[in-house]
Nanobody, 129 residues
Framework: QVQLVESGGGSVEAGGSLRLSCAASGYTSIGYCMGWFRQTPGKERDVVARITSDGRTSYTDSVKGRFTISQDNAKNTLYLQMSGLKPEDTAMYYC???????????????????????WGQGTQVTVSS
């Protein structure tokens, strides 16, 4: 049974930094697509950053240069290093996982939350001005 557990959220002032973690367990697939999404009340869950099992990364424009997605395969943990935080980054952040035959399956469609089968419970990030 796949399980994703996020941690690391909190409250910071604008310009501050946080590192989110997502501990993954319960699967043995070599290929996967993983992502960080965020959601505010009444809005859709939007992609923040993605990473594939072969290490390719992508970011939504609003976080490029400020956020870094990475993974520690030995620990089965996904990270999102966030710096230069802005009030508009305030949201619930979720990690997501989809198991695929190979990393090449992680195409542009994986910018959509509906492509992911497994989700964590979320961690709140609040940035004050």
């Amino acid at each position: 049974q796949v399980q994703l557990v996020e941690s690391g959220g909190g409250s910071v002032e604008a310009g501050g930094s946080l590192r989110l973690s997502c501990a993954a367990s319960g699967y043995t697939s070599i290929g996967y697509c993983m992502g960080w999404f965020r959601q505010t009340p009444g809005k859709e869950r939007d992609v923040v950053a993605r990473i594939t099992s072969d290490g390719r990364t992508s970011y939504t424009d609003s976080v490029k240069g400020r956020f870094t997605i990475s993974q520690d395969n030995a620990k089965n943990t996904l990270y999102l290093q966030m710096s230069g935080l802005k009030p508009e980054d305030t949201a619930m952040y979720y990690c997501a996982l989809d198991l695929v035959p190979a990393a090449r399956y992680c195409n542009i469609d994986y910018e959509r939350s509906t492509k992911y089968k497994h989700w964590g419970q979320g961690t709140q990030v609040t940035v004050s001005s």
